[in-house]
C-alpha cells in the first residue's frame, strides 16, 4: 500500500526566516507529486507538480520553491518567508498527471509571525 | 478568476436528511471531476468522482448528479450522519485539478 508522509506536522517560524518542508511517497514508483497550499477555510491551491526526478513545474508565484532530489521526495522551500505563506501545506500524489484522482498527505500547518 | 464554484458555503442538515452540495465550473473542457472530504487538521481524501460522459454516479448514501450542458454538479448525501461533519471540495481536472471553494457540512444529531 502506497503512504504518504509529510514533515514536519507543524512549524512556528518568524518572518524573513527561511522554510523548508518535505514530503516522502513510499510503495509507488515515478509518482506525480503535488504541493498544495490551503488558507484556514479556505480552497486548494495547487503550487507545484512534478511529474519525474528532478524535474519541477510551478502553478502560481508566491515566492517558494520546490524541488524532487528523489523518485519518492518533494521538498518545498523558501529563503524568506513571508506572513502571507501562512497556512496549510498539503503534498499529493496521483498516477496520472490528468483525470486523476489526488491522494493527500496530512498537511503542514505553518504559522509566520 | 475563481474557476469552479460551490454553494453554499455552509450548511446544516439533521441526522437521517439528504444534504444537497452545488457545484458549477467555467471551463467545457473539465472532464474529470472528484469530490474531497477533509475533516479539520487532515488532508482531502477522495469520496467520489464522475466522469464528464455520465450523468449520475452512485456509492453508497453518495451521488453524484452531473449536468453538462449547464456545467453543474450536485453531490446528495442520503441519511446523513453526524460523522459526515466535514468540508467538502468539488475538483475539476484538466489537465490539473482546479478546486472550490468548498462547503463545510454540519450534521445535527
Known amino acids: 500500500a502506497q503512504t504518504i508522509h509529510q514533515w514536519p506536522v507543524a512549524e512556528i517560524k518568524a518572518v524573513g526566516s527561511p522554510l523548508s518542508l518535505g514530503c516522502t511517497i513510499k510503495g509507488k514508483s515515478s509518482p506525480n507529486l503535488y504541493w498544495y497550499w490551503q488558507a484556514t477555510g479556505g480552497t486548494l491551491q495547487q503550487l507545484f507538480y512534478?511529474?519525474?526526478?528532478?524535474?519541477v513545474e510551478s502553478v502560481v508565484q508566491l515566492n517558494l520553491s520546490a524541488s524532487r532530489p528523489k523518485d519518492d521526495q518533494f521538498i518545498l522551500s523558501t529563503e524568506k518567508l513571508l506572513l502571507s505563506h501562512s497556512g496549510f501545506y498539503l503534498c499529493?500524489?496521483?498516477?496520472?498527471?490528468?483525470?486523476?484522482?489526488?491522494?493527500f498527505g496530512a498537511g503542514t500547518r505553518l504559522s509566520v509571525l | 478568476q475563481q474557476q469552479v464554484r460551490q454553494s453554499p458555503q455552509s450548511l446544516t442538515v439533521w441526522e437521517g436528511e439528504t444534504a444537497i452540495l452545488n457545484c458549477s465550473y467555467e471551463?467545457?473542457?473539465?472532464?474529470?471531476f472528484p469530490w474531497y472530504q477533509q475533516f479539520p487538521g487532515e488532508g482531502p481524501a477522495l469520496l467520489i468522482s464522475?466522469?464528464?460522459?455520465?450523468d449520475k454516479k452512485e456509492d453508497g448514501r453518495f451521488t453524484i448528479f452531473f449536468n453538462k450542458r449547464e456545467k453543474k454538479l450536485s453531490l446528495h448525501i442520503t441519511d446523513s450522519q453526524p460523522g459526515d461533519s466535514a468540508t467538502y471540495f468539488c475538483?475539476?481536472?484538466?489537465?490539473?485539478?482546479?478546486f472550490g471553494t468548498g462547503t463545510k457540512l454540519q450534521v445535527v444529531p
Open positions: 464522475i466522469r464528464s460522459v455520465s
Open positions: 512534478s511529474i519525474t526526478v528532478g524535474q
Open positions: 499529493a500524489w496521483s498516477l496520472e498527471l490528468s483525470q486523476n484522482t489526488l491522494y
Open positions: 475538483a475539476a481536472s484538466e489537465p490539473y485539478q482546479r
Open positions: 471551463d467545457s473542457t473539465f472532464n474529470y
